[in-house]
């Protein structure tokens, strides 16, 4: 089965349901599946072919969507890029996977203007919105086909396997330039279909999803729906946090993904009582990890919800949930291995650790990445031999430790341990100490060369409007809470700490 085939075969069952939910206007699989033919006829008859890249430089909306399921129909790889990327980062992008064509939204003309001048493969670029395109701006570009276009022919219809590329998602590329991950059909069903079997999706779910499309933690929130026949609330952001839990409120969510920084923002909502979501039977989250505090009060916040925290990078879209049956017992886990999958801890040399043990975190399974795009160095130090000769496992780059039964507990990043008066700091750790210190609302924890110590632990703190600490009351309360090598020497106060686009808080640049 193939990516798109899921969501045309729901579209078959349930024609006339609400697909997306999008700016107070409801559209249905069948009229989704119908816009997403004709626009995928139309990159065909512009020369997209099977295995051509198409970018999708978009916002959160329903041209998003379209890409995506149009991409796929003609055989292509959907690219999906955020659109908060600088024109010369985009123009890296496009430049370095080749793509075909580039679909985008007016407002972000500019940006594609300046990219495309320093671009030779691109051939078609579509711009959804009102502003009208002339021939003599670029005679590549065409407007996004709207919901009343005139027909077009039939489909081509190009012969294709699991095998075939169904994305490229482009890493942060915080160490250097970022890396396209290579992800098949196969790849991608497989996660889908293992993270919509733990979660128990099931048809009469109303998914929100406030998370941009262009990562891969939004993106599946739309093909799990999809291949499950279930609802998808789409909104453009969380930032304006009112006005999103008016949508999810009026439209009865009953799942809600998020990351802790959204979690936080809507736990400093005063008037969050005012828009309740009785509805809401599952919470989830990614990208890092909760603190037991930040558990604890959306439990609190939402008690008849089910909270499961999770662990996974791009790579490989999920690697682990915990149940959340297992809150109460093991609240800083993120749990085991989902659904057909098999992960493991190795040690420096690449043997299995039995549990009880601390080393990187690797996986096996269908959902592991093809490799890194054209960058066969990159993958080879990610993708390694298996137990089975002739496979490959990937080596997430990720410091765990299990408990006696292997559930799994996020430690460090292999270049993220602090090494101080000859031990090791899981910043992690220090930080779920911080965050447990009442009035802290984001803190980060980095390691600073010291002439003394090796490395010493500083922390970057950002306190709640009204609180007040000095550096010496961090230091004294972290002190009573961690071995005395763990607590940090400097605190800086700040008023906010940086983030990627994903909404994880950034700790390149701090120092």
């Not at 300046?114 to 579509?126: E, F, P, W």
């Not at 890493?171 to 059909?185: A, C, E, I, R």
């Not at 809507?266 to 509805?279: A, N, R, S, V, Y």
Request: aromatic share 8%; charged share 20%.
């Amino acid at each position: 089965m193939l990516l798109h085939q899921l969501f045309e075969a729901t579209a078959r069952r349930v024609p006339d349901k609400t697909a997306l939910v999008f700016d107070g206007v409801r559209h249905t699989y069948a009229q989704l599946d119908a816009r997403a033919n004709h626009l995928a006829a139309l990159l065909q008859q512009r020369g997209v072919q099977r295995g051509d890249r198409v970018a999708g430089f978009l916002d959160n909306g329903v041209e998003a969507v379209l890409c995506l399921y149009a991409t796929l129909k003609c055989g292509a790889v959907f690219m999906p890029v955020n659109p908060l990327t600088k024109r010369d980062k985009l123009a890296y992008l496009l430049n370095d996977s080749r793509a075909s064509a580039l679909v985008s939204h007016t407002v972000l003309q500019a940006e594609c203007v300046h990219a495309l001048a320093q671009n030779g493969s691109v051939h078609t670029v579509m711009m959804a919105g009102t502003t009208a395109v002339t021939a003599t701006e670029d005679t590549r570009q065409l407007p996004f086909p709207a919901a009343d276009a005139p027909a077009l022919a039939p489909l081509a219809l190009p012969p294709l396997i699991d095998q075939d590329l169904a994305s490229i998602i482009y890493t942060s590329g915080s160490t250097g330039d970022p890396k396209g991950v290579m992800l098949t059909h196969l790849n991608m069903v497989s996660a889908a279909r293992s993270v919509s079997q733990y979660l128990g999706l099931v048809d009469s779910d109303i998914v929100a999803c406030v998370l941009p499309l262009a990562f891969d933690y939004g993106l599946y929130q739309v093909l799990m729906a999809f291949q499950t026949g279930a609802t998808i609330v789409l909104e453009r952001s969380f930032a304006f946090p009112v006005k999103a839990l008016e949508v999810l409120a009026r439209e009865r969510v009953t799942v809600f993904p998020g990351v802790p920084t959204i979690f936080s923002l809507l736990m400093q909502l005063k008037t969050l009582g005012e828009h309740p979501l009785p509805d809401l039977r599952l919470i989830t989250n990614t990208a890092a990890a909760l603190s037991e505090t930040h558990i604890n009060a959306l439990r609190g916040l939402f008690p008849q919800a089910q909270l499961f925290s999770m662990y996974g990078l791009t790579e490989c879209k999920r690697v682990t949930f915990l149940p959340p049956e297992q809150l109460d017992i093991r609240p800083t886990s993120v749990g085991r291995g989902m659904p057909n999958e098999e992960v493991w801890l190795v040690d420096e040399a690449g043997q299995r650790l039995p549990n009880g043990s601390v080393g990187e975190l690797v996986i096996r399974g269908s959902n592991v990445m093809r490799g890194y795009w054209e960058k066969p160095h990159e993958t080879a130090k990610r993708l390694k031999p298996g137990p089975i000769p002739g496979e490959f496992i990937l080596h997430s780059g990720d410091i765990f430790r299990t408990d006696s039964e292997g559930y799994l507990y996020f430690v460090s990043r292999t270049d993220d341990v602090i090494k101080s008066r000859g031990e090791k700091v899981s910043p992690r750790e220090v930080e779920d100490v911080l965050y447990s210190l009442e009035g802290v609302y984001e803190a980060a924890v980095i390691g600073v060369p010291d002439a003394l110590l090796g490395e010493a632990v500083k922390a970057f703190v950002s306190l709640r409007p009204g609180v007040s600490y000095s550096e010496r009351d961090v230091i004294r309360y972290c002190l009573s809470k961690l071995e005395s090598f763990m607590a940090p020497k400097h605190v800086e106060f700040v008023a906010s700490l940086p983030k990627t686009d994903t909404g994880k808080i950034k700790k390149t640049g701090l120092s």
